[in-house]
């Protein structure tokens, strides 16, 4: 029974297949018709506008190839060489013969150029050899100044050294060296000569000038010095002393350029203070003279140097004799030297 309805069933669904297969075959067959009517309904209007587009663009075409053929009319008379003339074969003649000109003076300018780092070296080499000139005639000048100077004392002296007539007022200051002239005995009857001894001294200095080679000269000066050494015994004498020069001066050659001279005079001495260790009896005079001489010399204006001797004419020391008087000693007389350097204001 169940196979009777499934073969029943299944012609049913042959018989409507069929049935509708037969339905739509004459459908597939009418589209390409109605399809191919479409189409040419939409191909005919387009033709018919392309066949009238043509026709619309015909002047624009037309006016395009005009403007054509103007340009191609107008650029062959432009490019067509005119007809020369006699002025503008005279300007082209010109212009060719500026730029030979131009082509001609390049060397010109080129050997210039070239010239004138010659030149600018020549200048200098004569610059630099002007200077060395100059160099060496300054160098020869001073030469010659130092040679001047060496050969000529006379420039160390001022002319104002040489005129009468003028006074100068210094300080001094000098080396001291004093012994008097006396011999120590001690207890045993030993003698001992006295050496000499060192001091110093300062003071002012006044100078007047009655001709170029005559002055004199008269100083004050402060003296701290030693009369009595003896090294090997405990026996000393030191003495303050203020001294009095009054000297000569004369220098000969001074007109012949030496500022050299020679003094002579006298010293007058005031001992105000004396004090010496183990000469208790011994006494000293307060006044003392002396005979002056030296030698001396002028630096410049403003400096002299000086050698100084003085020797004693005065007894100046005492001892007491048997009966307690003091007596003089014979040729117990003081001898000093000073070394020393004057500055002239």
């Known amino acids: 029974m169940k196979k009777v309805l499934f073969f029943f069933l299944m012609l049913c669904l042959s018989a409507v297949v069929f049935a509708e297969g037969a339905a ?57 060489p005119a007809d020369k003339g006699p002025e503008a074969e005279a300007k082209e003649e010109a212009v060719a013969a500026e730029a030979g000109a131009q082509e001609a003076s390049k060397p010109e300018s080129e050997e210039q150029a070239a010239a004138e780092p010659e030149e600018s070296e020549e200048s200098e080499q004569a610059a630099t050899a002007t200077e060395e000139a100059e160099e060496q005639a300054s160098e020869e000048a001073a030469a010659e100044q130092v040679a001047v100077k060496n050969e000529c004392p006379v420039k160390l002296v001022e002319p104002a050294e040489k005129a009468g007539g003028k006074t100068k ?10 012994a008097a002239n006396v011999i120590i005995v001690d207890q045993e009857g030993n003698e001992y000569d006295n050496e000499l001894g060192i001091g110093f001294e300062a003071g002012l200095t006044a100078l007047y000038r009655y001709s170029p080679s005559l002055s004199y000269s008269v100083s004050v000066n402060l003296i701290s010095r030693r009369v009595i050494n003896v090294g090997d015994l405990p026996v000393s004498a030191d003495e303050f002393s203020v001294g009095i020069p009054v000297a000569l001066q004369w220098a000969p050659f001074m007109d012949a350029g030496v500022p050299v001279y ?31 001489f030296g030698l001396g010399g002028y630096i410049g204006s403003s400096f002299a140097v000086d050698f100084k001797g003085v020797a004693g004419l005065l007894d100046i020391y005492k001892l007491p004799d048997e009966n307690g008087d003091y007596r003089k000693l014979r040729n117990s007389v003081l001898i000093q030297s000073s070394v020393g350097l004057t500055y002239f204001f």
């Open 24 to 80: 739509e075959k004459p459908a597939a067959v009418k589209e390409p018709a109605a399809a191919q009517q479409a189409e040419k309904a939409v191909k005919e209007p387009a033709k018919v506008e392309e066949a009238k587009e043509p026709a619309a663009a015909q002047p624009a075409v037309k006016a395009e190839k005009a403007e054509k053929t103007e340009k191609t009319d107008k650029e062959p008379v432009a490019a067509q």
């Open 169 to 178: 007022v210094g300080v001094r200051a000098a080396l001291n060296i004093a």
């Open 262 to 292: 020679i003094e002579g005079g006298l010293q007058f001495d005031f001992t105000p203070s004396f004090k010496h260790e183990g000469l208790e009896s011994l006494r000293r005079s307060d006044v003392d003279l002396g005979l002056v």
